[in-house]
């Protein structure tokens, strides 16, 4: 099956760890990207990357740090930096020969207490 | 004003009925446009793009006015499963660069 995997589901933490989010495509998709939503609010941009190696801030990359080694794998890791990390995190990918639409992991949400 | 505008909601309407969603973008260059279905504590899911021709899929009708800014999402003959908020995603630049993601409608349909 093609698809994005996000794990774990549910994450919790205590406040000044570090924390690392995984997400996997095997879609062979160039795009990775990940997304932060808090409850009724709109998905906003973590960090992107078109290509293996490169990456580029979102609106709100503070206190967050990505990597891009593979094509596959674009893992997230929210530092004791982020003043509020609870939140979901979505990953996604696209496709310039599939018209750039993005395509969404089933999210972690994690709790830092 | 916002990137990308929509009405929260939320929309209550019968089984049955026809519903239509509005979505409003400030820049005028952007380069495509896509509807997004996101159930609750969910990812969204791709609904569908949107053409400058309109187009449809099903009981799914997607409309583009680009001299009025905004784009629109009709569905008919609603089923209890489409409750669930609508995204309304704008793509500037027609490539990885800039998409942005409306804060989404939310839909209930009511037996």
């Known amino acids: 099956d093609g698809g994005i995997t996000q794990s774990p589901k549910y994450l919790f933490r205590k406040e000044g760890q570090n924390v690392t989010l995984s997400c996997e495509q095997n879609l062979n998709h160039d795009a990775m990207y990940w997304y932060r939503q808090d409850p009724g609010q709109g998905l906003r941009l973590i960090y992107y990357?078109?290509?293996?190696?490169?990456?580029q801030k979102g609106d709100i990359a503070e206190g967050y740090s990505v990597s891009r080694e593979k094509k596959e794998s674009f893992p997230l890791t929210v530092t004791s930096a982020q003043k509020n990390p609870t939140a979901f995190y979505l990953c996604?990918?696209?496709?310039?020969?599939?018209?750039?639409?993005?395509?969404f992991g089933p999210g972690t949400r994690l709790t830092v207490t | 004003r916002k990137e990308v505008e929509q009405d929260p909601g939320p929309f209550n309407v019968p089984e049955g009925a026809t519903v239509a969603f509005n979505c409003t973008y400030s820049n005028s260059a952007s380069q495509s446009f896509f509807w997004y279905r996101q159930d609750c504590r969910k990812e969204p899911k791709l609904l569908m793009s949107?053409?400058?021709s309109g187009n449809e899929d099903g009981r799914f009708t997607a409309q583009l006015n680009r001299a009025s800014q905004y784009i629109s999402l009709l569905i008919r003959d609603s089923k209890l499963s489409d409750s669930a908020t609508y995204l309304c995603v704008v793509n500037d630049f027609g490539g990885y660069q800039k998409v942005t993601f409306g804060t989404g409608t939310k839909l209930q349909v009511i037996p």
């Open positions: 996604a990918s696209s496709s310039a020969s599939g018209g750039y639409e993005q395509y």
């Open positions: 949107v053409y400058s």
């Open positions: 990357s078109q290509i293996v190696n490169d990456f």
